[in-house]
């Protein structure tokens, strides 16, 4: 048993769930079952269910929250993981509340960190933060979203109402987190800076009054101080649902733009087919239950399919489609399988970058770093001697190449081309 159950174990046991009887009534068992679908965990689901049926009684919606903080400018689709189950709970009739830590920020998330992180500067945060609601929208019904900042309480929190709040919570318990205790047997520094940042997402969920808190699983520790936090003032508890990190494009690591695995949710239509075709059959199944809307009796009969002899190709064309349409729109996937085909077939995609260079002869490798085709010289030498370099069609296996002025289509691997104009 790892510290963080150890906590749930001894801190979090469940109150006397009360005011509903079996069975329920077919409202409460669908949220239930959409809360639940490809959920790591609910914590806990007695107490769920009761503000469920409290819900139903009333007419008074949940508050179901989700905090991101704005460490980048840009959301991928790992976000949405979370992000399509707050939409989900927010189709029953909940309310949603899409928390941006623009205080949170500035301390750095230490969450699965074996290093301190630097901490954003205002501007930064302000900057990143401009896209972030925007982003989600595509995702969440924006009309129906409550949007927070959580410098609203925080900032006015002060010296004195920060103090107050560490006295809630001893060093001993925030050390039972995983990646703090790590840290401490290995002897790496923890500022005390981050020791606070689980104080300050938990008095976030006072502040909101949350019943429902969303996160990833590295998240699980900080959402169960939330949880602590409103017993300390004197509130009923929040439940946790905690969902699974998604895998990036290499299939191991999670999506992260640090690892360079991801598919933003702004790229290219084309761009954003491609990178979703080019997952292993393998993961193609965890990217439908953690992303897709089909039903899970849709996807049990694409695995059928699959098994019963189906190209796998098929099935993950109809996902790269759906995700296209998701945050493009259903012209702009069918085009991106035309693309996508096209480029199968070695034709070269309908909208390429455009660039101009000077220096006239220039080296293979240069001009490909240069075209931003490839991050470094060394990098771009490396795809000619795995013939991963095309000029006009023909591939490039001279190292030594230098170009002469001319236009050339220039392509790297399988989803990067320009056209080049040197001079």
């Keep these: 048993m790892n510290n963080e159950s150890k906590l749930l174990e001894n801190k979090l046991t469940p109150e006397p769930v009360s005011g509903f009887v079996a069975p329920l009534s077919d409202a409460v068992a ?20 009761r503000k469920l049926v409290r819900a139903e009684a009333t007419g008074k919606p949940l508050r179901i929250k989700l905090g991101l903080d704005p460490t980048a400018p840009d959301l991928h ?11 989900q709970l927010q189709d029953l009739g909940h309310t949603v509340i899409f928390l941006i830590g623009d205080f949170t920020s500035m301390i750095g998330d230490p969450s699965g960190r074996n290093i301190t992180r630097p901490p954003l500067t205002r501007e930064q945060i302000e900057e ?9 929208s595509l995702v969440l019904d924006g009309d129906k979203t409550e949007i927070r900042y959580n410098s609203e309480w925080s900032d006015p929190l002060g010296a004195r109402g920060m ?6 919570y001893t060093v001993a318990r925030i050390l039972e987190r995983e990646d703090f205790t790590k840290r401490f047997k290995a002897g790496t520094p923890i500022s005390v800076h981050e ?30 101080v939330g949880r602590e936090l409103q017993k300390d003032y004197k509130q009923e508890p929040q439940c946790i649902l905690t969902m699974p990190l998604l895998e990036g494009l290499d299939g191991v690591d999670k999506m992260s733009k640090s690892k360079g695995n991801t598919i933003g949710i702004t790229e290219p239509a084309n ?9 292993s059959d393998v993961m193609m199944w965890r990217y439908y239950e953690l992303l897709s809307f089909r039903s899970m009796a849709e996807i049990a009969g694409f695995k059928s399919a699959v098994a019963d002899g189906r190209n796998p190709r098929d099935v993950k064309v109809a996902l790269a489609q759906e995700i296209v349409a998701r945050f493009h729109s259903p012209q702009a996937a069918d085009d991106a399988l035309a693309d996508f085909i096209n480029r199968s077939k070695g034709g070269i995609p309908d909208e390429i970058a455009e660039v101009s260079l000077s220096g006239a002869p220039l080296g ?10 490839c991050p470094s010289s060394s990098d771009a030498l490396r795809m000619v001697e795995q013939g991963g370099v095309r000029i006009d069609g023909a591939v490039v296996s001279d190292k030594a190449l230098k170009l002469g002025a001319g236009c050339f289509v220039v392509q790297v691997g399988k989803r990067k081309f320009a056209r080049v104009t040197l001079a």
Excluded: C
Excluded at 207 to 222: C, I, M, V
Excluded at 364 to 373: C, P, R, S, T, Y
């Design 30 to 49: 669908e949220a239930l079952a959409v809360a639940k679908r490809g959920a790591d965990e609910l914590l806990i689901e007695a107490d769920f269910i």
């Design 77 to 87: 689709l790992g976000h949405t993981v979370v992000l399509n189950k707050m939409r």
């Design 128 to 136: 990143n933060a401009k896209t972030y609601f925007a982003q989600a």
């Design 163 to 168: 103090i107050e709040l560490s006295a809630k």
């Design 195 to 224: 020791l606070l940042y689980p104080l300050m997402q938990g008095y976030d969920s006072v502040a909101l009054r949350s019943d429902l808190e969303l996160g990833g699983t590295d998240q699980k520790f900080n959402l169960l």
């Design 271 to 279: 761009t954003m087919f491609a990178k979703v075709m080019s997952i």
């Design 364 to 373: 293979i490798g240069q001009l490909l770093k240069l075209a931003n085709l």
